[in-house]
């Protein structure tokens, strides 16, 4: 296997290289949040996002997380929500580039949990930290794993994470849906997909051979360890999770009245 690293917003470069390529199964297209972002971010994209990519099976899944600084007088999301709701406008919540999946993991947090709060872009994590440490916002909401040092030193806390359950290396944090927000469940992923014509005998082939080095002992402690809850799956639930992906975060970018590129 050979890795193709072909940068470009939204992985637009590399989902076009894949799209056009040869549907033999010997190229393939590493998906996430992303590809069904620019989906609905992007007037007009090289390839038809569902139509031109065969899905062949997740990968992996890893966490979000809202975090304040370690000295915040926010001690839980709860504390974090009432304040917004009793300030309007009062609240700054940070978050990287506009369009990103935090960004609109941040957009779609103002919007479930009703608060009138302003939404503040940074250029990068490292930015969003700085601001954070500094007390020019409020909280962010940020992948874990690129701030779960900053979490374990003590100069950030983590008052809630977004997916269906909690995070294995923060057992004590509770979810947002625990934390008041019912409805709000997000989770970062990766996939893999294929060329859209590829043969059917050659998608099951791929597929059963990500699930056995998914389901391998070793590449699950390692995913582990980069805190991604490795998970295969069928390549129609692959296909799925795009599709709702892509319907989720297009109707956040509408009601965000985000620009398209």
């Known amino acids: 296997m050979v890795v193709e690293n072909k940068p470009g917003a939204g992985g637009v470069v590399a989902g076009d290289t894949v799209a056009k390529a040869e549907p033999d199964g010997h190229t393939l297209l590493l998906m996430s949040n992303a590809t069904a972002v620019s989906a609905g971010l992007f007037k ?48 700054n919540l940070g978050s990287i580039n506009i369009g990103s999946t935090q960004n609109l993991a941040a ?57 269906d359950k909690r995070a294995a290396v923060l057992p004590d944090v509770p979810t947002a849906r625990e ?38 002992p070793d590449v699950r402690k390692k995913l582990r360890d980069l805190n991604v809850e490795a998970r295969s799956s069928s390549p129609e639930q692959a296909a799925e999770l795009l599709a709702s992906e892509i319907r989720r975060w297009g109707d956040v970018i509408t009601r965000a009245k985000i620009p398209t590129q």
């Open 44 to 91: 007009s994209l090289p390839f038809d996002t569902q139509r031109d990519f065969a899905p062949v099976s997740t990968l992996g899944f890893f966490d979000i997380a809202i975090i304040a600084p370690a000295d915040s007088k926010f001690k839980t999301l709860g504390e974090l929500l009432a304040f917004a709701k009793a300030n309007p406008g009062k609240l």
């Open 107 to 163: 957009e779609l947090f103002k919007t479930s949990s009703g608060a009138d709060l302003q939404i503040v872009p940074f250029n990068g994590t490292p930015a969003v930290i700085t601001a954070l440490r500094g007390g020019q916002i409020d909280a962010a909401v940020e992948i874990l794993g690129p701030v779960l040092p900053q979490i374990n030193a003590k100069a950030l806390r983590a008052l809630a994470v977004t997916g």
């Open 179 to 216: 934390s008041g927000l019912p409805g709000y469940v997000v989770s970062s992923w990766n996939a893999l997909a294929a060329p859209a014509k590829t043969p059917r005998h050659v998608m099951a082939r791929l597929n059963k051979d990500v699930a056995a080095a998914v389901n391998a």
